[in-house]
Nanobody, 115 residues
Framework: QVQLVESGGGLVQPGGSLRLSCAASGIIFRLYTMAWYRQAPGKQRELVAQITSGGSGNYADSVKERFTISRDNAKNTVYLQMNSLKPEETAVYYC?????????WGQGTQVTVSS
């Protein structure tokens, strides 16, 4: 049974930081491209960042220089360090594991950026 469990969300003030974690089980983690998506109320889910099995990361233009994605294959965990957060980045953040032929989603963690 595949599980992706996100944690680390919460309420943060504008300009603040959060670190999200996603712990995976039931997959050969090191083979998967891992990604973070977010979905704000009334908007489509969008890709925030992804990291390949080889460790190469790429980012949405809106988060470059502020967010960092990383992975620890020994812990089957992917992280998203988010700095200088903005109110418009309030959303549910989802972890995604993808491989040729399919993928899996976590349940999401709420991030609220507000003063």
């Amino acid at each position: 049974q595949v599980q992706l469990v996100e944690s680390g969300g919460g309420l943060v003030q504008p300009g603040g930081s959060l670190r999200l974690s996603c712990a995976a089980s039931g997959i050969i983690f090191r083979l998967y491209t891992m990604a973070w998506y977010r979905q704000a109320p009334g908007k489509q889910r969008e890709l925030v960042a992804q990291i390949t099995s080889g460790g190469s990361g790429n980012y949405a233009d809106s988060v470059k220089e502020r967010f960092t994605i990383s992975r620890d294959n020994a812990k089957n965990t992917v992280y998203l360090q988010m700095n200088s957060l903005k109110p418009e980045e309030t959303a549910v953040y989802y972890c995604n594991a993808k491989i040729v032929g399919g993928g899996y989603w976590g349940q999401g963690t709420q991030v609220t950026v507000s003063s």
